[in-house]
């Protein structure tokens, strides 16, 4: 009798493990669909260099986002270093502050360098 139990008992547990594999299949599946099915036509620039530009904006744009980031982090940093009267943190905080700017600004610093 308990040998029939036990055989019970794991083909339960093969049976829940089918189970699970085949909802990890499906969903798979789903998201394959899903972005097979969902895709766009990619199609280029006539001028090479308006895809250059395009790409240089998409950079910067990203790094401009990134320096923000940073900014309002030391700002945050800052802030704290206030109420713990912590002096390194504040330091921390603007030195973070500073490369945060530079970085937001890098694409303005960089056109006054070349001109």
């Not at 085949?22 to 972005?35: C, D, I, R, S």
């Not at 320096?67 to 700002?75: A, D, R, T």
Request: overall charge positive; aromatic content about 8%; proline content about 2%.
């Amino acid at each position: 009798m308990k040998q029939v139990i036990k055989n019970d008992e794991r083909t339960l547990k093969i049976i829940k493990r089918v189970k699970k594999g085949f909802k990890f299949y499906a969903m798979g599946v789903m998201l394959v669909g899903a972005t097979i099915g969902t895709a766009t036509g990619v199609y280029a620039a006539d001028d090479p260099l308006t895809v250059v530009n395009n790409l240089s904006n998409f950079i910067f744009s990203l790094t401009r986002a990134i320096g923000l980031i940073i900014c309002g982090y030391s700002i945050v940093q800052i802030g704290l270093s206030f109420t713990t009267h912590d002096p390194s943190q504040r330091a921390n905080g603007i030195m973070f502050l500073a490369g945060g700017a530079i970085i937001t600004f890098a694409k303005e610093i960089l056109n006054l360098i070349t001109g």
